[in-house]
């Protein structure tokens, strides 16, 4: 955010949103004062500035103030402290992923937890895969004399079934030669070039069938899919700790976050943006482009390893979250689990970064 502020109204700006952090409760100018060694009329000034400035608000005219979605915005980018984890949590962490460092499944249900307890709030976490998927083999089996079973086996592991319409007389022979002309052609290619192969018909000879067509069409609109939903198994945890913050107390607002976490379509368009970037990201209030998460704060990075596969870890709370304690934690968490990824793959991991 460019905007200009001097260093007291910073101060003040700074303490305001960690005492709300802090307390959820609306900071009055007296509350500030002493601890900044001004006087409360100055403070009111500053206060008044800032609102001014977009970047603090109130509920009526005597109340306190509170930040705005761009206060919050402008503490993440200038004002916070680091909070890194202690070097004892950190080695707990380390010690409890070291004990399931062979059970990938694990892995993403301990990051959930580790997480959730560390940020004291509710955490997200995708499993590892192959954001843009890459093709691997087919194999074409006749079912019947009108039926043939693709299937298709993604460079990452995941299995795709479908059935296509045959020519009563194709044998399971030529079947099997088809699907080896076809996994010559479109071998480790992405959806995309494979599309191109279906409509450029490859320099090949003898020229494609309309079968060997229809079925690297197939394969395409499988892999686009499986790509459209990946990021559909979102695994979270921490429910208990993000309802223990007061913005919880309404029963409303309980089932507006189960609503969230449990359905998961909400956080899935975050999924995608936070794969194709680097570092922690951090989306606050009305930020988002959904309504239903106006009133929340999301923090999300990527793992995984660079070039083959990642998934997401991140936490979901309040506005008002202690964003230098989460923001350590997720990052901390991502690269735990990068190293992992990176053990299990024997390649470069992602590094997080600032």
């Known amino acids: 955010m460019n905007l200009e502020l001097n260093e007291r109204r910073r101060r003040v700006l700074k303490a305001v949103i960690q005492q709300y952090i802090d307390t959820a409760t609306p900071v009055a100018s007296q509350d ?49 402290d680091r909070a890194a984890l202690s070097t004892q949590e950190q080695r707990m962490i380390q010690h409890q992923f070291y004990q399931i460092r062979s059970e990938l499944n694990q892995w993403i249900h301990l990051a ?121 198994l979102i695994h979270h945890d921490g429910l208990l700790e993000m309802l223990h913050q007061p913005e919880f107390g309404q029963v409303t607002r309980v089932r507006e976050v189960l609503s969230i976490l449990e359905g998961g379509t909400m956080l899935e368009s975050l999924i995608p943006q936070a794969l194709a970037s680097d570092g922690v990201q951090v989306i606050i209030g009305g930020e988002h482009s959904r309504d239903e998460l106006r009133d929340y704060s999301v923090i999300l990075s990527r793992y995984g390893v660079n070039g083959d596969v990642a998934g997401v870890v991140g936490v979901l709370g309040p506005r008002r979250m202690a964003y230098p304690r989460s923001i350590s934690s997720v990052r901390y968490i991502a690269g735990v689990m990068s190293d992992l990824m990176g053990d299990l793959y024997g390649e470069r991991k992602i590094e997080p970064t600032e």
């Open 32 to 80: 500030l004062a002493r601890s900044l060694g001004v006087s409360s009329a100055t403070v009111r000034n500053e206060m008044a500035a800032l609102e001014d400035a977009g970047l603090l608000t109130h509920l009526h005219t005597s109340a306190g103030r509170l930040p705005t979605d761009a206060g919050y915005r402008f503490f993440v980018e200038n004002l916070m």
């Open 112 to 232: 959930a937890a580790v997480l959730a307890r560390t940020a004291q709030t509710a955490a997200v976490v995708t499993p590892p895969r192959a954001y843009e998927s890459r093709f691997k083999h087919i194999e074409l089996i006749a079912i019947n004399d009108a039926l043939v079973l693709m299937v298709l086996v993604l460079h990452e592991g995941s299995v795709k079934q479908q059935t296509l319409p045959a020519d009563p007389h194709t044998t399971q022979e030529q079947l099997s030669r088809i699907a080896g002309r076809i996994n010559e052609l479109c071998h480790e290619a992405s959806a995309k070039a494979i599309v191109a192969i279906a409509q450029t018909q490859p320099a090949a000879q003898p020229p494609l069938s309309s079968f060997e067509v229809l079925v690297i069409e197939s394969v395409a609109r499988a892999m686009q899919q499986f790509e459209e939903h990946v990021n559909e």
